[in-house]
């Protein structure tokens, strides 16, 4: 069972940045495409960004490019999101998922990555 502790969160501003990271729990990121996917209240969770096992490969969400920002590195076995320019609509938990042979594309595109989630990280946008 793949398993991540997600950080990073907290309360921020309109228009503040937040750095997240994704460190993985007894297995190796590498080989895996890793997502971030975020909850938001009374709404179905959605894909934010996805990365490649390489790191060569992104996708975002259309509400989200130009701010958001993921990378990894396989070394240290964890990936991160930068988010910028943070919006109220942002608020959410953020979480992690990692599947094998498969495009970051269909990746943020899928409803269901993952069996099982970690605790994830809260985000909250708010002035």
């Known amino acids: 069972q793949l398993q991540f502790v997600e950080s990073g969160g907290g309360l921020v501003q309109p228009g503040g940045s937040l750095r997240l990271s994704c460190a993985a729990s007894?297995?190796?990121?590498?080989?895996?495409?890793i997502g971030w996917f975020r909850q938001a209240p009374g709404k179905e969770r959605e894909g934010v960004s996805c990365i490649s096992s390489d790191g060569g490969t992104t996708n975002y969400a259309d509400s989200v490019k130009g701010r958001f920002t993921i990378s990894r590195d396989n070394a240290r076995n964890i990936v991160h999101l930068q988010m910028n320019s943070l919006k109220p609509e942002d608020t959410g938990i953020y979480y992690c998922?990692?599947?094998?042979?498969?495009?970051?594309?269909?990746?943020?595109?899928?409803?269901?990555?993952?069996?099982?989630w970690g605790q994830g990280t809260q985000v909250t946008v708010s002035s």
């Open positions: 998922a990692a599947r094998r042979i498969i495009t970051p594309q269909t990746m943020c595109a899928l409803s269901r990555p993952s069996t099982s």
């Open positions: 007894g297995f190796i990121l590498a080989g895996y495409t």
